[in-house]
């Protein structure tokens, strides 16, 4: 008795549209509709042996395989397969095509499953046994059939072009073919309409399935004789000839019979193109690009598939359909709503929210408004990035952020052009395309990280994207159609607006993201970064509480920046700590609870140990001792006292991309011939400041009363040294400090300690004003010193300052480098007029 082979009782299901996979053949099947995606990546992706998975391949007649939602429409017999080969890319999208192998047929008893993908009860219908010849041989009738069908079989054959390899083998090897399923193969063979290979899948009779194939296979054999006829007579023409006489997936049927056949391209698919024509019309793109899109296709139709540039107008044109012409969001334009959604995920930053919600408003009142492109520039970690993606959902746009750090070719922002292998359009246009809308926020993160190349400088092709006079004709070189960006909301980040080209920054809309005080900083910890934490960790408020005392000391003790990551850092560093100390108290509750569940088990008072209660879990505290525990000594000490304690040393204010900071400038002197030496990597600007300060000292020496202390003067070198040599220093604001700093030198008197100062001098003696004097007065603050020294006309620059650090610091504004003196100097300094203006806020 023959062994027979069965397939399972549920298997998932692949629905294919107007085409019919018959038992015994083999087919390409494209992967377009989200069923058949969700089957595909679900049940064969990721598989190392794609051929012991076995799926029903099931047809469906409603004209359209985009439509998978319906099930309604699938035919009640499929055919169970095996997949051979998947191929296809991840690139743009998924897309995928499957070789399958018909095995057997089945019947459709019962969907088990619709989404996301279908998987139904079957009932096998043919019978796989090892003899496939057993049944037609027992039947004489059957028998007799089968041996006629093979006639016509050879006979058409016989008629085909020996000289194709595919049909000499076919030739060599029809005679291996099983009886049952020489219909199937056959049928598949012959050019045969949807409803034709319907009916002989729904022949599940192998007699009746004889009789539904042999017309078609007669039918093919006629086709063949008169385009013999017509050859003979000069007639035939190329399209009746392809009609008649091109073979129906042969290849495929003999993938089944002849594993070693090579994988050859499908034939054109002309459905493909109309599809394609539709998805055009339904585009509706301005006419300039629709009429390019309309010549890419004709000459796509014209084309034959196996050439290279085949696949790149259809990727032309599939990007051109999915391209967001006409399509946007609407705004939620709540003025009310919106300045509770920033306040809500933003402390502080009111520069920054008032200009958001001035845009809201203009736009609510003229919807035309052009996108402004406005530029957040601020030290890392003060929430640039956070505030963009924030803006997006308050107005309910769709938010794409790209990254320009490292950017170095042109072609990443305006693409490349379709002449050269591998093009793809620029991030502009891919992010559009990602975000399906014509109106989304665009955050262009890190816009001053860009830098030149062999290949161009992308800062110059962003001066067309980022210009709202330019930007509604924005020409990708892959598109090369002009696109309107001009609803658009682009929204830039830089660190430091000194490395953004002047044409590019001319463009934009600048606002500067300052740091947070000590006070802001414990108000961002609390609402945010703590309960953030605590939930990436699996902690709750119940088991870690950190008070208000404990992160100002954190902040001040274990922190120095503008911004809060490195606070985050810490705040994780403490959440690990809980978490393990947490764990362990668990783990020594369990034990006692398992002692003491034992000794009641000895006592037969408790049965079952996991009856009993864990007592409730106390909060862990953090005070300073555990801080300082757990994050290590501190880092920060104020050290303004033993650093000012001798004379030659005082406080600067310098600006970085990093936020501000205090620079400690030292000097020095000895015997020598009036040389001046600079350490600590000094830019040229800063050198210029320092020798402008020595010789302003020399040539006012008899004022500042040092024309008695000539010889130090004259014949003393000077070495002035800027600590953590290591980071390079510049800029012409140290100009009063280094000032400070020598006079304090000659005279032997120290600089008070809590005075910190910044300004830039002139050789006569002039304090001009400097830029970044809200960074460097919040750096002062966070270092303890509470008296700024400032050019009198930076008192402007004090309006953006929080009231509660105004409140608590002193500033003197000066006029010439005689206030500087008397401000820096306890009880002025000797012989200057103690009338002299100083102004105080």
Same mark, same amino acid.
């Given at each position: ?211 539904? *194939?042999?017309?078609? #296979?007669?039918?093919?054999?006629? +086709? %063949?004789?008169? &385009? $013999? !006829?017509?050859?003979? /007579? ?103 709503? *919106?300045?509770?959604? #920033?306040?809500?995920?933003?402390? +502080? %930053?009111?520069? &920054? $929210? !008032?200009?958001?919600? /001035? ?483």
């Amino acid at each position: 008795m023959a062994s027979t082979i069965t397939i399972p009782r549920r298997i998932p299901l692949l629905l294919i549209t107007d085409n019919v996979l018959l038992p015994g053949s083999s087919m390409r099947i494209p992967v377009r509709s989200l069923k058949n995606m969700n089957m595909v990546k679900s049940r064969l992706l990721g598989r190392n042996t794609l051929s012991s998975t076995i799926i029903g391949v099931v047809p469906k007649s409603n004209g359209s395989d985009e439509v998978d939602e319906d099930l309604s429409s699938i035919h009640p017999i499929g055919t169970a397969a095996v997949v051979v080969q998947i191929t296809g890319t991840n690139w743009p999208r998924p897309a995928y095509t499957l070789l399958v192998t018909g095995l057997c047929r089945f019947r459709l008893e019962s969907l088990l499953q619709e989404t996301p993908y279908p998987v139904a009860s079957v009932k096998q219908l043919d019978k796989l046994s090892e003899d496939d010849n057993e049944e037609v041989q027992a039947n004489e009738e059957l028998g007799s059939l089968a041996e006629n069908f093979r006639e016509h079989a050879a006979k058409l054959v016989d008629m085909l072009d020996t000289s194709i390899p595919v049909v000499a083998k076919l030739k060599k090897m029809l005679d291996s073919v099983p009886s049952q399923h020489l219909p199937d193969i056959c049928s598949t063979i012959v050019k045969a309409s949807f409803s034709e290979k319907i009916q002989v899948l729904d022949a599940i009779d192998l007699a009746e399935r004889f009789k539904k *194939a042999l017309p078609l #296979l007669m039918r093919q054999i006629e +086709g %063949l004789k008169l &385009l $013999k !006829k017509a050859r003979k /007579e000069g007639k035939v023409e190329i399209v009746t000839r392809k009609e008649i006489s091109r073979p129906l997936n042969v290849r495929g049927v003999f993938r089944k019979l002849d594993a070693d056949l090579d994988d050859e391209d499908r034939d054109e698919d002309i459905d493909d193109n109309n599809d394609l024509e539709a998805k055009i019309k339904a585009a509706n793109m301005p006419e300039q690009a629709h009429k390019s899109a309309i010549k890419e296709l004709r000459r796509l139709k014209k084309m034959p598939p196996h050439m290279p540039e085949h696949a790149m107008i259809r990727n032309y044109l599939e990007l051109m359909t999915e391209l967001p012409w006409s399509r946007g969001t609407k705004d939620t334009l709540d003025i009310a709503q *919106a300045k509770r959604d #920033l306040d809500a995920d933003h402390y +502080g %930053l009111e520069k &920054l $929210k !008032k200009r958001v919600l /001035e845009y809201l408003a203009v736009r609510q009142l003229k919807n035309s408004l052009k996108g402004p492109i406005l530029c957040f520039v601020g030290p890392p970690g003060v929430g640039k990035t956070s505030v963009g993606r924030s803006l997006a959902n308050t107005m309910g746009r769709e938010f794409h952020r790209i990254a320009l750090g490292g950017v170095c070719d042109q072609s990443d922002i305006r693409g490349h052009r379709r002449t050269y292998i591998g093009s793809m359009p620029g991030r502009i246009i891919q992010g559009l395309r990602t975000a399906n809308t014509n109106n989304p926020v665009f955050l262009l993160d890190e816009i001053d990280k860009l830098t030149k190349s062999l290949h161009g400088d992308p800062a110059a092709a962003l001066l067309e994207v980022l210009d709202p006079e330019q930007n509604h004709n924005f020409v990708d070189h892959y598109l090369n159609v002009p696109f309107d960006l001009s609803q658009v909301l682009f929204i830039a980040t830089a660190n430091n607006m000194a490395n953004i080209p002047p044409a590019l920054l001319d463009r934009m809309e600048v606002i500067q993201v300052p740091g947070y005080t000590l006070e802001e900083k414990v108000h961002i910890a609390r609402r945010h970064l703590l309960p953030k934490q605590l939930k990436e960790h699996g902690l709750t408020n119940d088991q870690l509480q950190i008070p208000d005392d404990t992160l100002g000391i954190i902040i001040s003790s274990y922190t120095r920046e503008a911004g809060v990551r490195t606070l985050e850092r810490r705040i994780a560093a403490i959440c690990r700590a809980v978490a393990v100390r947490v764990l362990e108290a668990r783990n020594n509750q369990g034990v006692e609870t398992l002692k003491g569940g034992e000794k009641a088990k000895d006592k037969e008072e408790l049965k079952d140990v996991s009856a009993i209660v864990h007592p409730p879990e106390i909060p862990i505290v953090i005070d300073e001792l555990a801080a300082e525990d757990i994050l290590g000594p501190v880092i920060f000490h104020q050290e303004m006292s033993e650093r000012l304690s001798q004379p030659g040393v005082a406080v600067g204010l310098a600006w970085t991309s990093m936020g501000g900071e205090i620079m400690f400038v030292e000097a020095t002197r000895m015997a020598g011939e009036g040389k001046i030496t600079m350490t600590g990597q000094l830019g040229d600007v800063m050198k210029e400041s320092a020798s402008l300060a020595l010789n302003w000292v020399r040539a006012n020496s008899k004022k500042l009363q040092l024309d008695s202390k000539k010889d130090l003067l004259q014949n003393t070198d000077v070495h002035i040294h800027f600590p953590a040599g290591a980071v390079g220093k510049d800029g012409p604001s140290a100009g009063v400090t280094i000032a400070t700093v020598l006079t304090s030198l000659f005279s032997e008197r120290c600089v008070r300690s809590d005075t910190a100062m910044t300004g830039e001098i002139t050789l006569r003696g002039l304090v001009l004003p400097v830029g970044g004097i809200k960074e460097k007065v919040l750096a002062a603050h966070r270092a303890g010193i509470m008296r700024v020294i400032l050019p009198h006309r930076n008192r402007k620059d004090l309006y953006e300052i929080p009231d509660n650090i105004k409140r608590e610091m002193t500033y003197i504004f000066v006029n010439t480098l005689e206030d500087v003196l008397n401000a820096a100097f306890e009880d002025g300094f000797p012989g200057i007029d103690k009338t002299a203006v100083i102004s105080k806020l």
